[in-house]
């Protein structure tokens, strides 16, 4: 295990509210810019999954906020650049889950636990099982073993609206029978059970968070494995042609990713009474089909190509939408950013980073030399 960066011993002078103009940048981009400034924080966070897309994003919000951050990540899937900004601001953990040594040091005098990581991908998991287990169960299990040990007041998870699998009803209500069809989903899923019994049997208090198909700046367009937006953007901008599998007319809850950091700041906030051990959706509550993206992505950003089409992924669902209600009941949760505004926002971010070489650049990103 290494210990990289350094702990901020001062909050952050830069603690903004969502109505400071200073909090758009010129790419558009905003991510902790658009989280509230909840009250003074000083606590103790550790973020497993620290360099992916959705994990950097929460550390900077919680850098906003005024809370003491903690980084854990083996870089399977994340990316150094994701934190280059932060890394000073953050005690780096560069461990995997499965070593419980390091993870019991992670997790001492931590508050809150914010477990991001996990390798997040159904094609993955079908090509992979064992690695997909070992990840996305056997880590968590470990994680909630450290957590337990050190007394850690919450542990929030990214919980999957894979979980609810291909039953027809719309929208997906968390009360609902869950049928996972891939072994991600089924990872996922077993991963929340988990949760729920650490609260039951050791009094942790856990939150399942089952987001729906998030996206935003950060994330990885560049393995086979990635989320689909991210993947159709940087196509797009780049004038290819992107691939649908299968007619297109699957639709998603896609969910932008301030909506899902802010709905993690809402679950360490919460009253343990009125949380723990519950599984709450975290999406917008209304989605759309492939084309129809496709076709609002032309539009955005000017594309006047062509759309390919493959083969229907193996373990794919066809349909996903959220009911929220239980999100705004617990939690207070609302989405403050809709798909077309996620949309833009995140092109403009893949845009200004196409502007800046070294950070397209796939071969300065696996040297890590941006940071
Ligand atoms: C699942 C979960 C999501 C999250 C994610 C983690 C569901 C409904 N959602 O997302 O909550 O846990 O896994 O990765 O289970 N596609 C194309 N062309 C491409 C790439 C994808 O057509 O180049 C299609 C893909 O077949 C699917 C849709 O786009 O129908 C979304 O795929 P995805 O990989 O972005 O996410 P998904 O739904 O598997």
Redesign the pocket.
């Known amino acids: 295990m290494h210990l990289l960066g350094r702990r901020r011993s001062s909050p952050p002078a830069n603690v903004h509210s969502a109505s400071c103009p200073c909090n758009t940048s010129a790419a558009g981009e905003s991510f902790s810019d658009a989280i509230l400034y909840h009250g003074s924080s000083m606590a103790t966070y550790l973020i497993t999954g620290v360099a992916g897309f959705i994990g950097s994003t929460l550390a900077r919000a919680l850098l906003a906020q005024g809370g003491e951050v903690r980084g854990f990540d083996n870089f399977s899937t994340g990316k150094r650049e994701n934190l280059a900004d932060i890394l000073d601001r953050i005690e780096l953990h560069e461990a995997d889950l499965l070593d419980l040594d390091a993870l019991h040091q992670a997790c001492r005098a931590v508050d809150y636990v914010l477990h991001e990581a996990a390798i997040?991908?159904?094609?993955r998991s079908v090509k992979d099982p064992l690695g997909n287990n070992r990840a996305n169960v056997d880590g968590t299990l470990n994680l909630l073993v450290a957590s337990r040990d050190a007394k850690v007041k919450r542990v929030i998870y990214a919980a999957?609206?894979?979980a609810?699998g291909d039953t027809p009803t719309l929208p997906k209500r968390e009360d609902m029978q869950p049928n996972p069809i891939s072994p991600?989903?089924t990872a996922?899923l077993a991963s929340e059970y988990y949760m729920a019994s650490f609260y039951r049997c050791y009094g942790l208090e856990t939150v399942s968070l089952?987001?729906?198909?998030?996206f935003g700046p950060r994330q990885d367009p560049a393995s086979p494995?990635?989320?689909?937006?991210a993947?159709?953007i940087t196509q797009m901008l780049q004038g290819e042609p992107?691939?649908?599998?299968?007619d297109?007319k699957?639709s998603?809850d896609f969910t932008y990713v301030d909506n899902v950091v802010e709905a993690n700041l809402l679950a360490c906030k919460a009253e343990g009474k009125e949380v723990a051990g519950r599984v709450l959706n975290v999406a917008t509550g209304q989605r759309m089909d492939?084309y129809q993206t496709f076709q609002i992505l032309k539009r955005l950003i000017g594309y006047s190509g062509e759309v390919k089409y493959?083969a229907?992924?193996a373990g794919?669902?066809k349909h996903?939408l959220a009911d929220i209600s239980r999100a705004e009941q617990y939690l207070g949760y609302k989405p403050k950013v809709d798909f077309e505004e996620g949309l833009g926002r995140t092109i403009a971010w893949y845009r200004n980073r196409e502007l800046q070489p070294q950070l397209s650049n796939p071969n300065a990103r696996a040297r890590g030399d941006s940071c």
Request: proline share 8%.
């Open positions: 997040p991908s159904v094609p999957s609206s894979s609810y991600y989903a996922k089952r987001y729906f198909n998030v494995y990635s989320g689909v937006l993947k159709f992107p691939t649908i599998f299968g297109g699957q998603r492939l493959g229907e992924r794919d669902v996903s």
